[in-house]
Structures are given as structure tokens and as C-alpha cells.
């Protein structure tokens, strides 16, 4: 069973920085997709960035050459380090392995950016 544990997150003001992590549990992860999701209230989950099994990442448009998404599967974890920080990045941040069977979902963490 994979388990999925995100960390990092809190409160920081605009223009900070916060580097979220997300530790997998098992043996799926260096070969599937790891993608981080937000969710802020009131607004449906969003793709923030995802990262393959080879090393291609994609990334919404808002937070491109702001965030970015890293793995090491040495380690079973990818991260989000996110730059240049808005109060509109604030959300509940998720992480989630793609498998072909299912996708795995962590827990969240929370982010606030305050201006």
C-alpha cells in the first residue's frame, strides 16, 4: 500500500519562499508520475506541477518561473520549491502518485501567503 506524507508548508509573506516534500511509502515511485495539486476554499483542486518517471516536468501557467518540481527516488520523495510567493498561491497543497491502477493522494498541507 502506498502512503503519501506532504511537509513544509505554513505561513509566509509575499515574496517568500516555502519548499514542500513528499515522502512515499513502497516500491511504485521512481516509476510513475508525482504531481502536486492545490486547493484553496471555495475553488476546485488544481494541477500546480508534475514531474515523470523521466524527468519532464509541466507546470500551470500561474506559477511557471516561480515553482518547481523536483524528485529523488533515491530518496522516495519529490519537492515543490515555490519562489516569489503570492496571496493567491495560498491553498492546502497535496501531492499524488499516478498509477495505472489508481492515483495516490496525500494528506495536504497547508500554505498561506500573507500580503
Known amino acids: 500500500q502506498v502512503q503519501l506524507v506532504e511537509s513544509g508548508g505554513g505561513l509566509v509573506q509575499a515574496g517568500g519562499s516555502l519548499r514542500l516534500s513528499c515522502a512515499a511509502s513502497?516500491?511504485?515511485?521512481?516509476?510513475?508520475?508525482l504531481a502536486w495539486y492545490r486547493q484553496a476554499p471555495g475553488k476546485q483542486r488544481e494541477l500546480v506541477a508534475a514531474?515523470?518517471?523521466?524527468?519532464?516536468?509541466n507546470y500551470a501557467n500561474s506559477v511557471k518561473g516561480r515553482f518547481t518540481i523536483s524528485r529523488d527516488n533515491a530518496k522516495n520523495t519529490v519537492y515543490l520549491q515555490m519562489n516569489s510567493l503570492k496571496p493567491e498561491d495560498t491553498a492546502v497543497y497535496l501531492c499524488t502518485m499516478e498509477t495505472p491502477r489508481r492515483d495516490y493522494w496525500g494528506q495536504g498541507t497547508q500554505v498561506t501567503v500573507s500580503s
Open positions: 513502497g516500491s511504485l515511485f521512481s516509476i510513475n508520475t
Open positions: 514531474i515523470t518517471s523521466g524527468g519532464s516536468t
